[in-house]
């Protein structure tokens, strides 16, 4: 089984290339809280189909990956996703370096926070970025999203977070939109349902002040957002796109906060056409890949 330890924990991933190469770009997908790697499983076939090398991996805490007590913060979570790169070809032949020197990251939710705080310690190394209805660290939520947040951690406390994520969070309209497709609301709920909780146990880390910060990424963006999402991450995704210097926002018709299941046809249109139009323009010798 594909596991790796980095900083101080055994991650589960799976590295997928196209039969018979090895000289190709990687793109690295990262979950939403409470979910796994399986929330990319409409992804990877489209990716490796055009030629992309595809790594999923599930976050601390998640899926697979090492249920630690602590380390549950957007640091956290970027220094395992560095770890897991630098040592991604450790099972290759040795003429292949140890890691993975440039990767476009996707993340959903969470996984574009953690995707934004790398691109951040890592610039030189981000290829691009695609941010889904992606969280931002340092963003203040609005009263009524904190106070439901807040909710689902204490009854996670109390009762346990089974109880937490199947009668707070499952129910929660988040999730209205994949409800409409009960076969993919499904997937997600034994996803949910799966997850240990810990992170909701564990004492809140600070954000740290990303937000602040996003003039400094260089690398392309496309912001991804569905039009039923809730307001926070409406807003959030106006934020982005108006703040970091080489985004684009693509709003998402009749969808709500993950795209990659609800609306896996359209999102892996975007997905694909923004991948290539980045590898199109660096091979031009474009400005980072300037959209």
């Known amino acids: 089984m594909p596991y790796a330890y980095t900083n101080g924990i055994v991650t589960f991933y ?35 189909e055009v030629g992309f090398r595809v790594v999923r991996y599930d976050v601390r805490g998640h899926g697979r990956s090492l249920v630690p007590p602590l380390g549950y913060s957007f640091p956290t979570y970027a220094a395992d996703l560095t770890d897991l790169l630098d ?61 439901q947040v807040q909710e689902l951690v204490e009854v996670a406390r109390q009762r346990g977070p089974r109880a937490a994520l199947e009668e707070v969070w499952l129910p929660h309209p988040i999730f209205d939109g994949v409800r409409r497709f009960p076969d993919r609301f499904a997937r997600l709920r034994e996803m949910v349902l799966s997850h240990p909780g810990a992170d909701l146990l564990a004492e809140a880390a600070e954000a740290p002040p990303i937000i602040d910060r996003l003039s400094e990424i260089y690398a392309p963006v496309l912001v991804v957002v569905g039009e ?9 995704a106006q934020v982005l796109a108006a703040n970091l210097p080489n985004a684009r926002l693509e709003v998402m018709a009749d969808c709500g906060h993950i795209p990659p299941l609800e609306r896996p046809e359209e999102f892996n249109r975007l997905l694909l056409s923004f991948l290539q139009e980045v590898e199109a323009s660096q091979k031009r010798g474009g400005d980072h890949g300037r959209i």
Do not use: C, K
Not at 22 to 45: C, F, K
Not at 92 to 97: F, H, K, L, Q, Y
Not at 228 to 236: A, E, G
């Open 228 to 236: 039923m999402d809730l307001p926070d991450f409406q807003l959030i």
């Open 14 to 48: 799976e590295d997928a290339r196209p039969q018979g190469r090895t000289d190709v770009p990687t793109v690295v997908l990262i979950h939403g809280a409470t979910t796994s790697l399986r929330l990319w499983d409409e992804q990877v076939p489209p990716l490796l």
């Open 87 to 147: 040592r991604l070809n450790v099972d290759r032949p040795i003429t292949e370096a140890l890691g993975v020197d440039q990767v476009h990251l996707v993340g959903l939710s969470m996984g574009g926070g953690i995707a934004l705080q790398w691109a951040l310690l890592h610039p030189e190394r981000t290829r691009s970025l695609v941010l889904v209805d992606s969280a931002l660290p340092g963003f203040g939520y609005s009263e009524e999203f904190a106070a």
